[in-house]
């Protein structure tokens, strides 16, 4: 099984600040990776995604994420964010493979993204 | 591209009474649908999976007999809540998956308060 952690549950910036919003993960097979925002009362809306290939992952809105396979982390970040940018941020796992699981997300619990002015 | 909806947004229901949700992808067809609730302050707990034509496949712990998914087509699935009580106010959200894609696309979300 999947796990995955998001070692954070709120982080407030001010805007123009750097952010990073950490989220490790746990599992015994290959997995995809995945970032998602959450505005209040809405769906989620997919940041970036990590497949295979580069490391260094570039989203939408100015978000990148690095895959690192031997800290088992994904980390989102930001060099300068804005006051739109505050939302819930969630990072996810799928496996890496087909089966009955297939297409499964196992979300990490959520960081609250919050930026002052 | 890979528009998802879902009907109603919100819905207010007397305890006991039933609840349809429906989840549509609009351009494209969905092999797979995920339904998802989500909790105040908490993340996305996956409810069950449908694939079109067969019977859900549902997570441990999730009563399918009150939960019942219906994923009559490529592009409708329907989740109906029966005799709902008020611990299953929550925010139910569904995704769609088209086939050999690595993504889900999800859909707005639909707050259920059961009074």
């Known amino acids: 099984a999947q796990s995955v952690t998001q070692l954070d549950s709120q982080v407030p910036v001010f805007e123009e600040a750097p952010v990073e919003l950490r989220c490790n993960y746990s599992s015994s097979v290959s997995v995809y990776l995945f970032w998602y925002v959450q505005y209040p009362n809405q769906g989620l809306q997919l940041l970036l995604k990590y497949l295979s290939g580069s490391t260094l992952v570039k989203g939408i809105n100015g978000f990148e994420a690095e895959f690192n396979k031997s800290q088992t982390s994904f980390h989102l970040r930001k060099p300068s964010v804005h006051i739109s940018d505050t939302a819930e941020y969630f990072c996810?796992?799928?496996?890496?493979?087909?089966?009955?699981?297939?297409?499964?997300?196992?979300f990490g619990q959520g960081t609250i993204l919050t930026v002052h002015p | 591209g890979a528009v998802v909806s879902q009907h109603p947004s919100w819905v207010i229901c007397k305890s006991g009474t039933s609840v349809k949700i429906e989840c549509r992808s609009l351009?494209?067809?969905?092999?797979?649908m995920f339904w998802y609730r989500q909790f105040p302050k908490q993340s996305l707990m996956l409810m069950a999976t449908s694939n079109e034509g067969s019977k859900a496949t549902y997570e441990q712990g999730v009563e399918k007999d009150k939960f019942l998914i219906n994923h009559a087509s490529l592009t409708l699935s329907t989740l109906t809540v029966t005799s709902a009580h008020p611990e299953d106010s929550s925010f139910y959200i569904c995704?769609?998956?088209?086939?050999?894609?690595?993504?889900?696309?999800f859909g707005p979300g639909t707050r259920l308060t059961v009074l």
């Open positions: 996810a796992v799928k496996k890496n493979a087909g089966g009955t699981s297939y297409g499964k997300l196992t």
């Open positions: 995704s769609a998956m088209r086939s050999s894609y690595n993504e889900q696309f």
């Open positions: 351009d494209f067809q969905a092999t797979t």
